[in-house]
């Protein structure tokens, strides 16, 4: 397993208490949306905020009566499955995906949606609701990570279309072993200038 080691250092001149969103695009996602995996709150000028970036997930899945499975690791080429077994609703290994490049969750309940959920360093990173019987959800990411500002969006919460084209920065993350993600600009006034990310203290891997 890789891990990324990532420290988000605020070196702007903005004033507003802005929300820092990250979140990453599913390549094989049918719409435009994306959900909020990390949201970095009240990380005033001058402060930090160290977090991490591994290749190894968790799925988990929830199915129409509200109960949600365990969360089981898994990596790109794996295949999960929910079914009905003696206890109840439960998701299991399957074998291989279809792809050695996606994680692959398929509902093979004989009745009820699911949600299928893939989480990356135990937060949820991207979702797919109302996956019907014998359908199947199918996740494959990149190594970039999008990050820009936001208000009143909360970690695990879709984002939409309109939100996403704001928050456009995007940074890849291929052969890095660590970094500091660096926000400057910002500001009120002429002098005031648009909040930039850049990495900055790049080890390699």
């Not at 001149?13 to 695009?25: G, R």
């Not at 930090?48 to 089981?72: E, K, Q």
Request: a negative charge; charged letters at 15%; glycine letters at 8%.
């Amino acid at each position: 397993m890789s891990v990324v080691q990532l420290n988000f250092i605020n070196k702007s001149n903005e004033a507003s208490n802005n929300e820092i969103i990250i979140f990453q695009k599913n390549q094989l996602s049918t719409d435009d949306s994306a959900v909020a995996w990390r949201v970095i709150q009240n990380c005033g000028i001058g402060d930090n905020h160290p977090f991490t970036f591994s290749s190894v997930f968790s799925v988990s899945a929830v199915d129409s009566y509200g109960n949600y499975t365990p969360r089981l690791s898994a990596s790109m080429g794996q295949a999960f499955e929910m079914v009905l077994a003696k206890s109840g609703d439960v998701l299991r290994y399957k074998g291989a995906a279809s792809s050695s490049n996606e994680v692959e969750l398929e509902n093979n309940l004989s009745t009820g949606a699911i949600s299928a959920e893939v989480y990356r360093d135990g937060k949820l990173c991207a979702s797919q609701r109302s996956l019907e019987p014998s359908s199947k959800a199918a996740f494959q990411f990149n190594s970039q990570i999008y990050i820009g500002v936001g208000t009143q969006i909360m970690e695990g919460q879709k984002i939409d279309a309109a939100v996403m084209s704001q928050i456009n920065t995007e940074i890849n993350l291929f052969g890095i072993s660590s970094a500091d993600i660096v926000m400057t600009g910002g500001g009120s006034g002429a002098q005031a200038k648009p909040l930039t990310f850049s990495l900055e203290n790049i080890e390699q891997t």
